[in-house]
């Protein structure tokens, strides 16, 4: 008909017939798509309420991730198709849809993979031999490294690569790579250990060297620590597997040592005055244990030195264990200058004899 003679108007080698067909298949395809993922959730949904488990609900979330994702690809797919493509385009076109539908199908498998470790075999391995939840984590990753080695030996194979020689070819390649890999897998049977040993687990409070915080992730190859000065910072398992790391969080308090100085002119009744104070208000924090120790120890070159040690419940809140700090150190400043006792400061007398 004359009304449609303009839909043979040809542009990049297609008609404009041919670009309606495409577009109304890719249209018809998302609807398909829409209609698809509305009936199969409504249907979830209903069956899900009668259900205590949460596989279901994994199982929706992985059907509307991948398999209308890629039923709304096969419309731009197949739209596409309907043009008329040069051969390396049409080539391109075909192993681009592979791969992502490979990239897809092994993204829902690794969720699916992922419930069952965390929910059934976390479970068993609870109930035969008390393993926390990191060993769970560690096999959840070699888990998903796996699948997805696989997956990409099958992109490999999209574009050609033959696995089996790629990997008898290594030869003295492998070698270099298992060599230069020593480290890394040092780092895995390090985190293996520390999983199975125990010292210390995910939320613990540990200190490490010169830092100190919680263990927030135990990794692969890694251990983050996030410190209690804001940061975060990554330790190789091996170096943690062989070194000593006090585990802050088996203590049933946190102790603290404080000083203080004492001006030299300080009478004999007043130390004893400052040192029976500082007693009576760390008796009174009930925030502290009753093991607490208040003592005149040195004759410093500018000061005299009393030492006070004492503990603060609730160890694993590094927060209290500092409120408790700033509190008990205002009210000790706050009882000596009531009494007029001087703390020191920095001093140096000098007496000149006359010759």
């Known amino acids: ?44 949904q209903k069956y899900a309420i009668k259900t205590k488990t949460k596989l ?7 059907f509307q991730r991948v ?18 493509l040069p051969d390396n385009y049409a080539d391109f076109l075909n192993k681009a849809f592979q791969v992502i539908i490979i990239f897809k199908v092994f993204q829902g498998i690794t969720i699916l993979s992922d419930f069952i470790i965390k929910n059934y075999f976390c479970k068993l391995l609870k109930s035969q031999g008390g393993f926390e939840i990191q060993l769970t984590r560690l096999i959840s990753r070699i888990a998903n ?4 080695v696989i997956g990409l030996s099958m992109i490999l194979q999209v574009f050609g690569y033959n696995i089996t020689a790629l990997v008898t070819g290594l030869g003295i390649g492998g070698l270099a ?39 927030r992730d135990i990794g692969l190859r890694t251990t983050r620590i996030e410190t209690f000065k804001g940061t975060s910072i990554s330790v190789p398992n091996s170096e943690l597997a062989k070194s000593v790391v006090e585990n802050l969080s088996k203590m049933k308090a946190r102790r603290y040592d404080g000083v203080i100085g004492l001006a030299y002119d300080t009478k004999t009744a007043k130390i004893k005055k400052a040192l029976s104070l500082i007693k009576e208000i760390i008796k009174e924090e009930k925030s502290t244990t009753k093991d607490f120790r208040v003592n ?49 400061f920095p001093t140096r007398t000098v007496h000149l004899k006359k010759l």
């Open 1 to 44: 008909m004359p009304y449609f003679e303009f839909l043979q108007y040809s542009y990049f080698g297609n008609t404009l017939e041919r670009y309606a067909i495409a577009v109304g298949i890719f249209i018809l395809f998302i609807i398909a798509a829409i209609i698809l993922n509305f009936l199969v959730k409504g249907i979830f």
């Open 56 to 62: 279901d609900d994994t199982v929706l979330h992985i």
């Open 67 to 84: 398999v209308v994702f890629i039923l709304a690809l096969g419309g731009l797919y197949f739209g596409i198709k309907a043009l008329v």
């Open 145 to 148: 490294i796996a699948l997805w």
């Open 177 to 215: 790579i298992a060599l230069a890999a020593q480290e890394t897998l040092g780092n895995f049977f390090s985190s293996i250990s520390i999983m199975t040993d125990k010292p210390y687990k995910i939320g613990d409070i540990v200190k490490f060297g010169n830092y100190e915080g919680f263990i």
């Open 296 to 344: 005149f120890t040195d004759y410093e070159e500018s000061s005299l030195r009393v030492e006070f040690t004492y503990f603060v419940k609730k160890p694993e809140d590094y927060n209290f264990y500092m409120k408790i700090r700033t509190k008990l150190n205002i009210a000790i400043k706050d009882a000596l200058e009531k009494e007029g006792i001087e703390m020191a």
